[in-house]
């Protein structure tokens, strides 16, 4: 317990000051709870998630850093390896190949460099995975691009609107 | 890879047998007794009947000749390749403990080989001399006698060492691959640092381990199943049959590790243990929330997560969840993940209704399972009463009997065989009943047959078995003259062979598939039907034997003629039994 608090308390100190080195990513603690964080992240530029911003919802165990935390999307997302309705994500770093040496801004990374390169093969999300697995990538860009701005953008950039 | 037998030959253990069918091993010293001039013509004739089947293939390991041959192998690879122990215990722990494997990679590309196990080239980041180093896991920073590293150069305090080592222990068998906590690195993390960084405890465990994977890793070695028993088998791949007796004198399937159950063959057995456990909460459970790995078959819960499953370590084996078929070959030919094709067209094909209407006939004949049930599950309860018995026997009757009838010991010992016959063939007789009840019922010869021989030795069993139970009290409780004594001890080891003789005959045929049916023709297909008739009476009246002075009217009007003595149908032409040596 103290040396998972520990050791979030100095992620939480590093975070403070690689703010303004890592623009994409936006790691918040919870104000009550340091076992709590949510994140931000822009959606990866060239990707149907461009000009999108995902919230991820962080839960850590205790036995931190030695097991890896619960990450999922609270904004809704179309990506093969998301489940379309928890926001439960399929990424083996977090579950059979999780290090200590991890942090949650790398996990946020990783979570990036996902939605930039999807896994189709094992899919959670099972008709974004087909549509890849298919060869319609165009299918399923529209898809994913029509989800970002549904649930990912700023009211006024709603497809509905204008 | 042959050559690695060769090797382990050199320090084998010597095996300790008990076959109970092979028969001169256990009379061969017992010529001195009177009474026993017709065992030993028994001894002669299954001489040459099982001998090819009691050759030594198996070797039973106890835990330090497990270690010491570990010990070795390490020694072997670490001499030869000029490496560490600890660098030759991962390169073995990877080819599954097989030396001429790790040779032959190592030879044909060893870069290959060092990368696949994590053994760096000691391409340190050289340390700095002095100062404080940061711990990659807990980010304090520490001077460097707190800090470790492993081949790699990565440092990382020993707290945080002890607790990532620790973690991976907990985890299971797969801290046996352990990797340095950077995750593109992968250097090993082998049994040295493991030594040097956790507690006691944890290293028991991983030693444990070590130890477990290298008997489980192995293809020709198993662990005794027995509960509380540390020894394992080696056994010699296709070498007749696989009934192994441990030190523990536990005996048991080499093949599928359920007890001995020869002559029915492990996929009978399975069937029918879990036709057994069928009712249990347990098993519904199981076979509801569980489906077993495809590989090892474990059964495997899913509680989250993708299609996509990959087995514990050490079995990893990658499978999808649906068709469980291999994970490696979905792609576009099954038409996408989720919707795996197989799965549909499996459904489509009637498969599920098939396991359906299966299950719903296995109602239906509820009542004949129950026949065969409770026929297996008696002899199982009567097996372990008589090794209770045999116990007792041992320990308490055989001195008290021998006082009172002024024998040695020795002399008694046809006392201790009769109960060891009595508990082999309870075993036999046991698994017979799983047998018949999957034998088809449209094989109407086979299953005559059959019960005919399940029913004879059945018979012949019930009579030792009373002989040994009670009649024998007569002579520890009472005081009985020393000539009654002799003719009991003629009695007794006479039914111990005859009854010997018996399921020697059953296991063969059974493991002939009863092919003897057909070569016998029409003739003795009448025998049999009527044997068959008169021996499912002498089933339900335990103890009663077969239709007694039913024997001379039988030999007349068919091709051969029983016994007196044992009612064993001999040929025409035999002028002594077959299976006592009584006369005609």
């Known amino acids: 317990m103290q040396a998972s608090r520990a050791r979030l308390f100095k992620e939480y100190k590093e975070v403070q000051r690689e703010k303004v080195a890592d623009p994409d990513i936006q790691l918040v603690c919870d104000d009550s709870n340091i076992f709590k964080w949510t994140a931000l992240i822009k959606g990866p530029s060239e990707t149907p998630y461009e000009g999108g911003v995902f919230q991820l919802a962080f839960s850590v165990p205790e036995q931190y850093p030695l097991q890896p935390p619960q990450v999922r999307f609270l904004t809704k997302i179309f990506h093969p390896n998301v489940h379309f309705k928890t926001g439960e994500i399929c990424l083996d770093i977090l579950k059979n190949a999780w290090s200590p040496a991890w942090t949650l801004q790398s996990v946020c990374r990783a979570i990036i460099a996902l939605m930039a390169h999807p896994e189709p093969d094992s899919p959670l999300n099972c008709d974004s995975g087909n549509l890849l697995r298919s060869g319609d990538v165009r299918g399923f860009q529209s898809m994913a691009k029509m989800y970002t701005r549904l649930a990912a953008m700023p009211k006024k950039g709603r497809i509905f609107s204008t | ?584």
Request: proline content about 3%; hydrophobic content about 30%.
């Open chain 2, 1 to 584: 890879m042959d050559s690695e037998d060769d090797m382990h030959d050199a320090n084998d253990v010597d095996s300790y047998e008990e076959d109970y069918y092979s028969g001169d091993a256990m009379y061969s010293d017992d010529d001195d007794d009177a009474g026993y001039e017709f065992l030993d013509n028994a001894s002669d004739d299954s001489d040459d009947v099982s001998v090819s089947r009691q050759q030594k293939n198996y070797t039973i390991l106890k835990e330090d000749d497990i270690r010491q041959r570990q010990e070795d192998d390490i020694t072997r690879i670490s001499s030869v390749l000029s490496i560490s122990r600890d660098s030759a215990c991962m390169l073995l722990r990877r080819f599954n403990w097989n030396v001429s494997n790790v040779h032959e990679a190592w030879f044909a590309n060893e870069d290959a080989v060092r990368k696949a196990v994590g053994m760096l080239d000691n391409i340190n980041i050289n340390p700095p001399k002095a100062g404080e180093l940061p711990c990659g896991i807990c980010f304090e920073s520490y001077t460097l006698d707190s800090v470790s590293t492993a081949a790699c150069g990565h440092p990382f305090c020993n707290t945080c060492w002890a607790a990532y080592i620790s973690t991976s222990i907990n985890d299971g068998p797969g801290c046996l691959t352990l990797r340095c906590p950077i995750p593109s690195c992968g250097a090993a993390v082998g049994v040295d640092m493991v030594n040097m960084l956790t507690s006691d405890e944890d290293k028991k465990k991983y030693r444990r381990y070590l130890l477990r994977s290298y008997i489980e890793d192995n293809r020709k070695t198993k662990w005794c199943p027995a509960p509380g028993c540390d020894c394992a088998i080696e056994f010699d791949l296709g070498s007749g049959s696989y009934d192994v007796t441990c030190y523990c004198s536990y005996s048991f399937c080499w093949n599928c590790t359920e007890e001995a159950h020869r002559p029915v063959d492990c996929e009978t057995v399975s069937k029918w243990i879990m036709k057994n456990s069928a009712e249990s909460e347990n098993m519904n459970w199981i076979l509801a929330n569980s489906k077993p790995c495809p590989k090892c078959k474990r059964p495997i819960e899913k509680n989250q997560g993708c299609m996509h499953m990959t087995c514990n370590p050490p079995c990893k084996y990658e499978f999808c969840w649906l068709c469980l078929g291999q994970w490696s070959d979905h792609g576009e030919r099954t038409g996408g993940f989720y919707a795996c094709n197989r799965y549909e067209s499996a459904k489509q094909e009637g498969a599920y209704d098939e396991s359906e209407r299966r299950r719903e006939m296995a109602k239906n004949s509820l009542e004949r399972y129950t026949h065969y049930y409770e026929r297996w599950a008696t002899n199982q309860s009567s097996r372990q009463k008589a090794l209770a018995d045999l116990l007792q026997m041992q320990t308490v009757h055989l001195a008290k009997l021998s006082e009172r009838q002024c024998q040695p010991e020795t002399q008694l010992k046809f006392i201790l065989e009769a109960w060891l016959q009595i508990v082999e063939c309870r075993r036999v007789l046991k698994w017979t009943y799983a047998y018949g009840y999957y034998l088809p019922e449209q094989e109407v010869a086979k299953r005559q047959f059959f019960e005919y021989l399940q029913g004879e030795a059945e018979a012949g069993l019930e009579r030792l078995h009373q002989c040994a139970e009670k009649e024998l009290h007569t002579y520890i409780d009472g005081n009985a003259s020393q000539e009654e004594f002799n003719n009991f001890r003629t009695k007794l080891a006479g039914l111990t062979t005859v009854t010997r003789n018996y399921f020697e005959n059953l296991v063969r045929a059974l493991e002939n598939g009863l092919s003897d049916v057909d070569s016998h023709g029409a003739s003795s297909k009448t025998s049999t039907s009527k044997h068959a008739a008169g021996t499912s009476k002498s089933k339900s009246g335990k103890g009663k034997g077969p239709t007694k002075g039913g024997g001379s009217t039988r030999a007349d009007d068919l091709t051969g003629w029983s016994c007196d003595q044992c009612t064993y149908m001999n040929p025409k032409n035999a002028t002594s039994c077959q299976m006592c040596h009584t006369s005609r």
